[in-house]
């Protein structure tokens, strides 16, 4: 028995890039492209009237950009997955859009397989966030934070594994690299991720990113 293909839309106001991401996605068998949009308002009339698992969202756009219409898909329910595209992996538009509730980030000149691999990660339920570019989203937020974190009573709730685990999610660790430090299996490491999910309400590991920086876990 073989499973669905994944639905994808793409949201790029450059003709060339959609013809270019649809040449990559066309040739896999477990993924379909159902719709493309060359604006944010279009991205969210395609989100909330076609049944789809991945919106690749481009951040710069007419009429409402991606971080706009990533809040207004996002406030809607919890599918599609949205996987943001940028041309630059400093770019404030992005991390905005992670705020508002986008599963990913990806560079425009990332390979096609890393591109496969996000897609299929997302609709997988996984955040996309590379060691890397948490590390500099993390940097972003401290240039911008108040002076004094907002506390979260979630956190009293933590076991001392969990804070930890937190806290690694939130310096870019990955879940093998979590393992190590802490000499755990990584079934172990994904336990602890999902409870970290459910105890502070987080959607993801993006959120929770933002969410452990906010909380001071963490510190620039």
């Known amino acids: 028995m073989t499973s669905e293909p994944i639905r994808v839309a793409i949201a790029d106001d450059q003709q060339l890039v959609r013809l270019g991401l649809r040449m990559v996605l066309d ?24 049944d789809l698992d991945v919106l690749l969202m481009d951040v710069r756009m007419p009429r409402l950009d991606g971080i706009g219409a990533t809040e207004r898909i996002v406030a809607h329910g919890p599918r599609p997955g949205i996987l943001v595209l940028t041309t630059f992996d400093l770019d404030e538009y992005a991390f905005a859009a992670l705020r508002a509730g986008a599963s990913g980030f ?106 452990a920086y906010e909380a001071g876990v963490v510190g620039g």
């Open 27 to 50: 040739a896999q068998p477990d993924i379909d492209v159902v719709a493309e949009a060359e604006d944010g308002e279009e991205a969210v009339a395609i989100a909330r009237s076609t």
């Open 106 to 211: 990806l560079l425009k000149d990332a390979l096609p397989s890393d591109l496969l691999t996000a897609i299929r990660a997302v609709h997988a339920g996984d955040a996309v966030l590379a060691p890397s570019v948490t590390r500099r989203m993390i940097a972003q937020f401290a240039a911008s934070a108040p002076a004094a974190p907002r506390p979260s009573a979630a956190l009293a709730t933590l076991t001392p594994r969990e804070r930890e685990v937190f806290a690694a999610i939130a310096e870019g660790l990955t879940n093998d690299e979590i393992a190590e430090r802490f000499f755990l299996a990584p079934s172990t490491v994904k336990t602890h991720i999902g409870r970290l999910l459910q105890k502070l309400d987080a959607r993801d590991r993006v959120q929770l990113v933002i969410l």
